[in-house]
């Protein structure tokens, strides 16, 4: 019975891990797509004056 237990703990714990990992990737995501969002807004008035 003990090892079924940690081989749920032990699962449990990937699950949440993994969530971590994708939260970051995505975090990592959002601010990329605003950098990119950024320079755009940046770019722009520069290219009506040329």
Do not use: R, Y
Not at 11 to 38: C, P, R, S, T, Y
Request: glycine letters at 4%; proline letters at 4%.
């Amino acid at each position: 019975m003990p090892s079924i237990i940690v081989g749920v703990i032990t699962k449990i714990k990937l699950v949440i891990v993994l969530e971590l990992i994708v939260i970051k990737l995505e975090k990592i995501a959002v601010n990329q797509i605003n950098i990119l969002g950024f320079m755009i807004a940046i770019i722009k008035p520069w290219k009506n004056e040329l």
